[in-house]
């Protein structure tokens, strides 16, 4: 007689069987999907690393599971296409707790990718106003050695 699985694994295998349908129904996900395409390798490699430190191990499973399907429906969209968005004709369930733990995965994910898309700006302003700032700096001691601030 097979033993019975233990939850966690009936949520991964669950998961599993939808992860490469649900990207194409789930605003949620659409929106983590538009993001994880923006990102370059590199980038990509930061958000496993990230997460890894960030999320638990059942966390992880289920990351890697998204990352999966993320890659699954990129697969498509290049193979197919950019065929977008449409609503999924298979229906899966989950009990409340599953949900919650897939959504904070999910959300947890968004965040990490949101802020790694906005590290280039960020740093970009701040090199703008490091810049400034010495500029400034370099005008004001210009006009001490000069005398000209004393006028």
């Known amino acids: 007689a097979r033993k ?15 992860k490469q349908n649900i990207v194409n129904s789930c605003p949620i996900l659409q929106e983590l999907f538009l993001k994880w395409c923006n990102l370059s390798d590199k980038e990509k490699v930061l958000l496993n690393y990230l ?9 992880t499973e289920i990351y890697t599971s998204i990352v999966q399907g993320l890659t699954y429906w ?16 298979l229906d899966f369930k989950f009990d409340m707790e599953e949900e919650k733990l897939i959504f904070r995965v999910v959300m947890i994910t968004d965040d990490i990718a949101s802020n790694i898309l906005l590290r280039p700006n960020l ?8 810049n400034e700032t010495k ?17």
């Open 4 to 18: 019975p699985k233990g939850r966690r694994r009936l949520v991964l295998e669950k998961f599993r069987n939808f």
């Open 51 to 59: 997460t890894y430190y960030i999320l638990d191990k059942s966390q």
């Open 74 to 89: 990129n697969a498509v969209q290049d193979f197919e296409g950019a065929c977008g968005f449409s609503e999924n004709p």
């Open 123 to 130: 740093c970009a302003e701040i090199k703008e106003v490091v």
């Open 135 to 151: 500029k400034h700096k370099l005008i004001a001691e210009l006009h001490r050695l000069t005398g000209e601030g004393d006028k």
